[in-house]
Nanobody
């Protein structure tokens, strides 16, 4: 069973950057790895996704500002977030999906002040 631990969240001013990390313990095999976010009162939404073949997808609201990446040696997924906006404020979760089973981390808070 895999476990995912996110880190890197915090408070940043609009226009700033953060880099989130998601360390995977256990087998680092996946069909997709993704970053999701959930703001208060909102449903959890997909922010960025990377497939085992390295193709990526991004939510329209973050495309061009966020980048998802994988370091296999460190068993870590990264989400580089640039030009952050107050609307990016949310708890960010990483997820690993393998053969229909989706595992989640505990989340990390990102707060962007105007």
């Amino acid at each position: 069973q895999v476990q995912l631990v996110e880190s890197g969240g915090g408070l940043v001013r609009a226009g700033g950057s953060l880099r989130l990390s998601c360390v995977v313990s256990g087998s680092f095999v996946y069909n997709t790895m993704g970053w999701y976010r959930q703001a208060p009162g909102n449903q959890r939404e997909l922010v960025a996704l990377i497939r085992s073949g390295d193709s990526t997808d991004y939510a329209p609201s973050v495309k061009g500002r966020f980048t998802i990446d994988i370091d296999f040696e460190r068993k870590t997924s990264y989400l580089q977030m640039n030009n952050l906006k107050p609307d990016d404020t949310a708890v960010y979760y990483c997820s690993l999906t393998l053969f229909g089973t989706q595992s989640w981390g505990q989340g990390t808070q990102v707060t962007v002040s105007s």
